[in-house]
């Protein structure tokens, strides 16, 4: 017999995996302790789970995996066979559909009209309070990304508008933006894109508390302080209009003591996400919902219940260091909408974490 941690070693599927397919009839333990409630397996549900793992992989649906696994054991293998072969040609349907629709998209911008970008020529100078500066680099480093894919987010972004300046950065995954006050300049939007080593050759010059002089000419931008200058090119790239990805849905707010709620995070319940892709480690989550009285429980099963919000558990903990605060504020609403982590003292400071889809 074997326990549920060495199934899941065994065989390639989570243990929050086997409990689910447990409670749905799929695959169900061949012996449940009644005291402990420990569920062990016998030594020929092993081939079994091991096609469920495959058959998860594949993006099976869970009814044609249930007539699967029934049909799998038998002589007659004919039923298996036509539910792979159908499975198959869904699949090959659904990417040949794909295909042609990600043609028509790349014909609608090779057809669209692109003005030519123009260089920045007016020279912008501002003040900017250093600490305000330190924290809010502080606040929205962590999210910058690293996918030399995606090279427009591997950078922070500096938007300077009416006398403030918004520095912005994610990978996709989570998004972090804060916000300090400037003075000197009150002309137009000015956008660029700092790439990470020089937002960390700026950070390093941000030790004062006088305010420190920011330049842009051009694409480069330069930085001065009392304890030096750094200056360097920025990304010759657009910034996604991060502005319209933070306008979420309201959710149910609770505020949290930071440090208490990180230990129970570090300490508490994870499920794995079985998603990842070929190659990858299965990403540890925190499933995540406010209770009743404002409170953020941390789940502990992904089905038991459809209004836990599942996140990254080492992003999760990268947003409460960025928060900075004693106490933040944890917006949670639909498992499909971004939890968003927010200073109770600064509305323009916060974290968005992308939800992460369970697969069942």
């Known amino acids: 017999m074997r326990s549920i941690g060495e199934m899941a070693r065994d065989s390639g599927l989570s243990v929050s995996a086997l409990r689910f397919y447990d409670r749905v009839g799929v695959l169900v333990p061949a012996w449940v302790d009644p005291v402990s409630g420990y569920r062990w397996y016998g030594p020929e549900q092993v081939e079994e789970a091991r096609l469920l793992a495959r058959l998860r992989r594949a993006a099976m649906p869970l009814a044609d995996i249930r007539l699967v696994l029934a049909g799998w054991s038998g002589t007659d293998t004919g039923l298996v066979r036509r539910l792979l072969q159908a499975h198959l040609c869904r699949l090959e349907a659904g990417l040949s559909d794909a295909r042609e629709e990600f043609s028509a998209l790349r014909a609608l911008l090779d057809n669209r009209e692109k003005p030519m970008p123009s260089p920045r020529t007016a020279a912008v100078r501002l003040s900017v309070p250093a600490p305000e500066l330190a924290d809010a680099l502080d606040a929205v480093r962590f999210a910058a990304g690293r996918d030399p894919e995606l090279p427009m987010l591997a950078g922070v972004l500096f938007d300077i508008e009416g006398g403030t300046l918004d520095v912005v950065a994610t990978d996709r995954y989570r998004m972090a933006v804060a916000r300090t006050g400037t003075s000197g300049y009150d002309g137009t939007r000015v956008q660029l894109v700092v790439p990470t080593p020089l937002v960390d050759a700026m950070r390093a010059l941000l030790s004062g508390e006088e305010p420190v002089r920011l330049a842009v000419d051009g694409d480069r931008v330069t930085l001065e302080s009392g304890a030096g200058q750094t200056a360097g090119p920025c990304l010759d790239h657009d910034f996604p209009d991060y ?74 903990l990268h947003a409460l260091d960025a928060g900075a605060r004693d106490r933040l504020t944890l917006e949670i609403g639909a498992p499909t909408v971004p939890v968003v982590i927010r200073r109770p003292d600064d509305e323009h400071t916060f974290t968005l974490l992308m939800p992460v889809r369970l697969e069942n």
């Open 243 to 316: 502005r319209r990805l933070v306008r979420t849905p309201d959710g149910s707010r609770a505020e949290v003591d930071t440090a208490a709620f990180r230990e129970a995070v570090v300490k508490g319940p994870v499920v794995t996400d079985d998603a990842s892709g070929p190659g990858e480690p299965a990403a540890e989550l925190t499933l995540l919902q406010v209770t009743g009285d404002a409170a953020v429980a941390l789940g502990d099963d992904r089905g038991s219940d459809r209004n836990q919000v599942a996140v990254n558990r080492a992003y999760l």
